[in-house]
């Protein structure tokens, strides 16, 4: 089996990509804190950041900080190791049980007149007291877990549970050669064989000829203009590793492999997060730190077989050309690099490509990157879906309908008159009457980017009904992996017995992916109901699935999860014993908190779980869950008294949350407020309206108070949403009728 055998092995024969690499940021990700290292002003000077002075000093040999640690007490800590190097750097200190932490406070390295050489805290404007996980000694900030991997070679992390330790290894520090293609050692034997004059197939083709990843096409293809459209396309398909390769680390993803081979199957080692709130706008731009390959995966680009190197050069990790000429290697410039089509002066910023296609996003207060998705600048959308678009990012003082009403003119049958997937994204993530619908025509449409097709299938689940069958069983054999990797995800109680059968054969998947989101969404099926080979399938993807979060043994979202799975598999005593060692590793966690009182209910014991919710109130006074649990969990001793402030609190506090404000509307009802209860669930379906719990409250609560015009209104409505349910219409008839009293 192939071993790392590190870069100085290749330098011999790969020397003028060598000295490439030792100038690029790669070569640069994580160093000893050594003087020619460490671009940080350690001369004694002070930072104050709400009232914490950090102060970086020089020490017999190295560099040091004086700052506030993890008890509060302020103490010196020797740096370590130099993080990054452009636009800023951070640094590590060592820790016990093996730990390396990121300061919070970094160097900014950008030139003074750019506003950089300067110290700033990552944080700005908030006080991350210690003992808060982002503090800088806290576990969002410990390098072992958060950022090694992609800052170093063949990294092993090492972690022993028992003990809470790290013992974390490497090969080398920084990204390396074989960060990207693999360990060396059968291809540094070839080398050496080719040198003594060994026969050329003593070895494979791959140890020969790519180490693992052979990162280069190899379908034998080239680029080639098109005189007509003035774009260049491949004169065959591509076949390359490269996307893969670069993606392991250039991706915001889950790691579900112990270590992932270079170049190897990305789906195999990794899970990508899809186009979820928080992370992507609904139309799929950047919305928090998901790096490249999220993006770059929905651009017509990829689609088109454009790899990264295309763009960037591998090993110095810079662009191939500058300005508008990196675009005119596949684009025109007589055709795109005019004024007609940027509608900008040319030579001004309005005229660069990449500030209309791949506008940026700034993180960690300075680190601005442009977004892969490379797109045509949809203003449009920004009025139909509140997403940002490029021309008035920089056109701040005109409005979105200015922009869109320009584009619109400039280009009267461009983009603008066509459908966009955020269109069904967006609808799926507000619970839109016709989001089943969108969701379902986006998942079938294999024109779209696999990513955007596989988000819309957990916004599927909440609003499904049996129609939604035939979208879920052509993703379950859909020929894109990441598909049927999220196809389980839209399994709901709708589901009919044969779709649910169907996902049974994604157990035996040839993607680990696949088959551990298989075994997570069937975590709880009844094994009495599977073939021999069905049992044996689920129980080898199930292995596969604890595995896979045993990879994050050391954080305690991973015992959440396998405690979450044992319950579903009704194993309370191996549930409660993750909870626990969740508790272990973070006594602050409040979500192990809530779900060992969940725990605590299904077992009778509401006096055990009551101090455990307010034990986690106490550390998180703005949490919504912990407040809607407890306030549950008062309503069920019929203490409305209690339960209804607490109940009204997590409506307030997660506004976006249409359970709780349900929830809290049948607390209200049935500690007789039913006309608060009414008022309370039509605000509600404004903000969702095509919640079903929503509308069945509304019209049931709404007829017992006699408000009947509101209970009609409701049930037309549901029954819209199910047209074949002969219940809503029973209901409907009755209500009508004028008769209130519809049996529920």
Same mark, same amino acid.
């Given at each position: 089996m192939a071993h790392y055998v590190g870069g100085a092995a290749c330098a011999g024969c790969h020397a003028a990509e060598t000295a490439l690499w030792r100038q690029s940021h790669h070569a640069q990700a994580m160093q000893p804190a050594q003087r020619a290292a460490v671009l940080g002003n350690f001369d004694g000077v002070t930072q104050l950041h709400e009232g914490v002075p950090t102060t970086f000093v020089h020490t017999v040999g190295g560099y040091a900080v004086r700052t506030e640690g993890p008890d509060g007490a302020e103490q010196t800590y020797r740096i370590a190791y130099t993080f990054g190097v452009s636009p800023l750097q951070q640094y590590l200190v060592a820790f016990p049980g093996g730990r390396y932490q990121a300061l919070g406070i970094a160097w900014d390295s950008r030139p003074k007149d750019s506003g950089g050489q300067r110290w700033f805290h990552l944080y700005p404007g908030q006080k991350i007291a210690a003992g808060d996980r982002l503090h800088w000694t806290g576990r969002e900030q410990t390098w072992n877990h958060q950022c090694a991997a992609c800052h170093t070679t063949d990294l092993r992390k090492n972690y022993d549970l028992a003990t809470n330790t790290y013992a974390t290894a490497w090969s080398e520090l920084g990204v390396s050669c074989e960060a990207c293609h693999g360990p060396g050692s059968d291809h540094v034997a070839w080398a050496q064989g080719q040198r003594g004059g060994a026969a050329n197939g003593a070895l494979s083709d791959s140890a020969r000829m790519g180490i693992v990843a052979w990162l280069r096409p190899t379908d034998g293809g080239r680029w080639e203009m098109n005189p007509q459209t003035g774009i260049a396309q491949r004169s065959k398909p591509l076949v390359s590793a490269e996307i893969d390769a670069c993606a392991a680390c250039h991706a915001r993803r889950k790691v579900i492999a112990p270590r992932p081979v270079p170049g190897g199957a990305y789906l195999d080692g990794y899970l990508p997060v899809l186009l979820e709130p928080g992370l992507y706008h609904a139309d799929g731009q950047i919305d928090g730190e998901v790096f490249e390959d999220g993006s770059f995966v929905q651009s017509r680009m990829f689609h088109?077989?454009?790899?990264?190197?295309?763009?960037h050069d591998p090993h110095s990790a810079t662009l191939r050309a500058t300005g508008n000429a990196l675009c005119a290697q596949c684009h025109l410039p007589a055709r795109f690099d005019t004024e007609a089509h940027a509608h900008h002066p040319a030579g001004s910023g309005g005229a660069q490509c990449v500030n209309c296609h791949m506008p940026t996003k700034t993180y960690m207060v300075v680190d601005a990157r442009r977004d892969h998705s490379i797109r045509v600048p949809r203003p449009d959308l920004s009025l139909s879906l509140g997403t940002p678009n490029a021309c008035t990012g920089c056109h701040a003082d005109r409005t979105v309908a200015w922009a869109a009403q320009a584009v619109a003119g400039w280009f009267p049958g461009g983009r603008q008159t066509r459908p966009h997937y955020g269109e069904a994204l967006h609808a799926g993530r507000l619970g839109a009457p016709n989001a089943e619908a969108l969701l379902g025509a986006l998942i079938m449409d294999a024109d779209q980017p696999p990513i955007a097709r596989a988000s819309a299938l957990p916004l599927l689940q909440g609003v499904a009904t049996a129609a939604s069958d035939k979208a879920v069983l052509a993703a379950i054999s859909d020929p894109d992996p990441l598909v049927r990797a999220a196809a389980p995800r839209a399994l709901s109680p709708a589901s009919a017995p044969t779709t649910v059968r169907a996902s049974l054969d994604l157990l035996a998947?040839?993607?680990? #992916?696949?088959?551990?989101?298989?075994? =997570?969404?069937?975590?709880? *099926?009844? %094994?009495?109901?599977?073939?021999?080979?069905?049992?044996?399938?689920?129980?080898?993807?199930?292995r596969e699935l604890v595995a896979a979060e045993m990879v994050d043994a050391d954080r305690p979202e991973a015992h959440l999860n396998l405690g979450l799975l044992a319950m579903r598999r009704r194993q309370p005593e191996i549930a409660e014993a993750e909870y626990r060692t969740a508790l272990r590793l973070d006594p602050r966690f409040v979500p192990a908190l809530v779900d060992?009182?969940?725990?605590?209910?299904?077992?009778?014991?509401? #006096?055990?779980?009551?101090?455990?919710? =307010?034990?986690?109130?106490? *550390?998180? %006074?703005?949490?919504?869950?912990?407040?809607?649990?407890?306030?549950l969990l008062l309503a069920r001793q019929h203490d409305y008294a209690g339960a209804l402030p607490l109940l009204r609190q997590a409506n307030e506090l997660a506004p976006a949350n249409a359970r709780y404000a349900y929830v809290y509307a049948i607390a209200l009802n049935s500690a007789g407020q039913s006309g608060q209860a009414v008022a309370l669930l039509r605000q509600a379906h404004l903000a969702h309206p095509a919640d079903w719990d929503l509308l069945a409250g509304l019209a049931l609560i709404a007829r017992d108070a006699g408000d009947i015009p509101t209970a009609v209104q409701a049930a037309r409505e549901m029954a819209a949403i199910r047209p074949s349910d002969p219940q809503i219409w029973s209901l409907l008839k009755s209500l009508e009728a004028g008769n209130p009293a519809q049996p529920h």
């Open positions: 088109a077989g454009v790899t990264c190197s295309d763009c998947d040839p993607v680990r #992916a696949v088959r551990i989101e298989a075994a =997570r969404a069937l975590a709880g *099926i009844d %094994p009495n109901a599977l073939s021999p080979g069905q049992r044996d399938a689920y129980e080898s993807a199930y060992l009182a969940d725990l605590d209910r299904a077992r009778g014991q509401d #006096a055990a779980g009551a101090a455990l919710l =307010r034990q986690a109130m106490a *550390i998180e %006074p703005a949490n919504a869950d912990v407040r809607h649990a407890l306030g």
